[in-house]
């Protein structure tokens, strides 16, 4: 089954926990602190395979998780590492974040990866945090929590040359005689329901990737027949050839045919509809010959290169590949430099963390009542095991050298004020 479009949700896993622990053994009077850190949790990574070309294998699961990273053990152990999962998806995938609708990847080459959720860090352990002055330390901080996004992954095909033009006009009768690509064919409109990659070989040694597309019809660009979900596919191509069906079988106009596939892939994307195209007019061993000449001219007189074919009977199409062949030698690359352009790689903090924010903030909540809220605050929470009294003084001692007492009396605070820190409640003494 072809999917080239799937939303799923990722999960880090989130930092293994450090642990409050005391050396005791045999002979060893008060032995120091020896609690371990916690494990990292394991990344998110998405990898090109290129032996994939869909999505199909990711839409059965709504979410997917990384593992989490084991706590800290005694004797200064630190916790495992959580492993990390890969999701292997076909070249040409782009990542975007769903909420934000932003890029935040584009993977085209062989192995490329990409971490799209980073793990959490792991907790420190008792034993960190043992100095001169704390020789006996009571508390360990918590692991952070693990990224959480919401993402949604497309397929571009990357292929040299589309193939674009109405229904039954003949595309994937020319793939697969070019290419090693079997289309389903028939004679009847829409046969081709996803799009088709081959490898076309020309001069010695020489070949290009070609993309035949389901056919298009007019309102493509507007979604009709599923034309924008086809139309995205010639995208990172490098030049189109339009295949007209020049008979009278389907009772169409070839040149009316010629500019409505224009006007959808102009309405679709400007830069699309600039590609170079070459004009095969296909079916010509059911019409005569004054009829191609007349529309071929026609055509000419655009500026545009025209090769009569015949699909079935093989005539004409090696020159139109040929022809092909050397147009794409002496075209620039359009991707070119495209691996150079910055694309917005942004590696999202929880949601939690307001790194924009700062460092304390404090917000009045209701009568008496305030929050503290702020990065420092948050990351404070985060890692703080409030059923932990040592652990819970350490976040308030820190707090305060952060100047939270200057800040609480310049807001206005006053005795007996409730003051809101994470998951607990103090009374505001001055």
Same mark, same amino acid.
């Given at each position: 089954?072809?999917?080239?479009?799937? $939303?799923?949700?990722?999960?880090?896993?989130?930092?293994?926990?450090?642990?409050?622990?005391?050396?005791?053994?045999?002979?060893?009077?008060?032995?120091?602190?020896?609690?371990?850190?916690?494990?990292?949790?394991?990344?998110?990574?998405?990898?090109?395979? $290129?032996?994939?070309?869909?999505?199909?294998?990711?839409?059965?699961?709504?979410?997917?998780?990384?593992?989490?990273?084991?706590? @800290?053990?005694?004797?200064?152990?630190?916790?495992?590492?959580?492993?990390?999962?890969?999701?292997?998806?076909?070249?040409?995938?782009?990542?975007?974040?769903?909420?934000?609708?932003?890029?935040?990847?584009?993977?085209?080459?062989?192995?490329?990866?990409?971490?799209?959720?980073?793990?959490?860090?792991?907790?420190?352990?008792?034993?960190?945090?043992?100095?001169?002055?704390?020789?006996?330390?009571?508390?360990?901080?918590?692991? $952070?929590?693990?990224?959480?996004?919401?993402?949604?992954?497309?397929?571009?095909?990357?292929?040299?040359?589309?193939?674009?033009?109405?229904?039954?006009?003949?595309?994937?009768?020319?793939?697969?005689?070019?290419?090693?690509?079997?289309?389903?064919?028939?004679?009847?409109?829409?046969?081709?329901?996803?799009?088709?990659?081959?490898?076309?070989?020309?001069?010695?040694? &020489?070949?290009?990737?070609?993309?035949?597309?389901?056919?298009?019809?007019?309102?493509?660009?507007?979604?009709?027949?599923?034309?924008?979900?086809?139309?995205?596919?010639?995208?990172?191509?490098?030049?189109?050839?339009?295949?007209?069906?020049?008979?009278?079988?389907?009772?169409?106009?070839?040149?009316?045919?010629?500019?409505?596939?224009?006007?959808?892939?102009?309405?679709?994307?400007?830069?699309?509809?600039?590609?170079?195209?070459?004009?095969?007019?296909?079916?010509?061993?059911?019409?005569?010959?004054?009829?191609?000449?007349?529309?071929?001219?026609?055509?000419?007189?655009?500026?545009?290169?025209?090769?009569?074919?015949?699909?079935?009977?093989?005539?004409?199409?090696?020159?139109?590949?040929?022809?092909?062949?050397?147009?794409?030698?002496?075209?620039?690359?359009?991707?070119?430099?495209?691996?150079?352009?910055?694309?917005?790689?942004?590696?999202?903090?929880?949601?939690?963390?307001?790194?924009?924010?700062?460092?304390?903030?404090?917000?009045?909540? @209701? &009568?008496? &009542?305030?929050?503290?809220?702020?990065?420092?605050?948050?990351?404070?929470?985060?890692?703080?095991?409030?059923?932990?009294?040592?652990?819970?003084?350490?976040?308030?001692?820190?707090?305060?050298?952060?100047?939270?007492?200057?800040?609480?009396?310049?807001?206005?605070?006053?005795?007996?004020?409730?003051?809101?820190?994470?998951?607990?409640?103090?009374?505001?003494?001055?």
């Amino acid at each position: 089954m072809f999917l080239d479009e799937v $939303e799923i949700r990722v999960k880090s896993g989130d930092g293994g926990h450090g642990i409050v622990s005391f050396l005791r053994e045999k002979f060893v009077d008060k032995g120091g602190p020896d609690g371990g850190d916690g494990g990292d949790g394991g990344d998110v990574i998405l990898k090109v395979d $290129e032996g994939l070309n869909t999505l199909s294998h990711l839409r059965y699961n709504n979410i997917y998780r990384a593992e989490d990273g084991e706590n @800290g053990e005694s004797k200064n152990k630190k916790g495992a590492t959580g492993e990390d999962l890969i999701i292997n998806v076909p070249p040409g995938t782009l990542v975007y974040d769903n909420e934000k609708d932003k890029i935040l990847a584009d993977l085209i080459e062989e192995d490329a990866e990409f971490i799209v959720a980073k793990g959490g860090k792991g907790g420190r352990g008792n034993a960190r945090f043992k100095k001169a002055t704390r020789r006996a330390p009571r508390f360990s901080e918590k692991g $952070e929590k693990g990224e959480e996004r919401h993402i949604k992954l497309e397929i571009k095909l990357l292929a040299d040359v589309g193939l674009v033009g109405f229904p039954n006009v003949g595309k994937s009768t020319l793939i697969s005689v070019v290419s090693g690509a079997k289309p389903k064919i028939a004679s009847y409109p829409f046969t081709t329901l996803k799009p088709n990659l081959g490898v076309v070989s020309y001069g010695e040694h &020489q070949s290009f990737v070609m993309a035949d597309i389901p056919g298009l019809i007019e309102g493509a660009h507007r979604g009709v027949g599923l034309g924008d979900e086809f139309l995205k596919h010639l995208e990172r191509t490098r030049l189109l050839i339009h295949i007209i069906d020049i008979s009278d079988v389907e009772g169409r106009d070839p040149l009316e045919d010629f500019d409505i596939i224009n006007q959808e892939l102009a309405g679709y994307n400007k830069q699309l509809a600039s590609l170079p195209q070459v004009i095969a007019l296909n079916k010509i061993d059911l019409v005569d010959n004054k009829k191609i000449s007349t529309v071929k001219q026609k055509l000419k007189e655009k500026g545009l290169d025209v090769f009569p074919v015949s699909a079935v009977t093989k005539k004409g199409v090696q020159d139109l590949i040929f022809h092909t062949g050397k147009l794409l030698e002496n075209l620039t690359d359009i991707n070119k430099g495209k691996e150079e352009e910055e694309i917005d790689e942004v590696v999202i903090k929880p949601d939690f963390v307001d790194a924009e924010g700062p460092e304390i903030e404090i917000k009045r909540i @209701g &009568q008496k &009542q305030y929050r503290i809220k702020g990065k420092l605050v948050t990351e404070l929470v985060e890692k703080t095991n409030f059923d932990n009294q040592a652990a819970l003084r350490r976040m308030l001692r820190i707090l305060k050298h952060h100047g939270l007492n200057k800040k609480m009396q310049k807001a206005g605070l006053k005795e007996g004020d409730t003051v809101k820190i994470g998951p607990v409640e103090f009374d505001y003494l001055e």
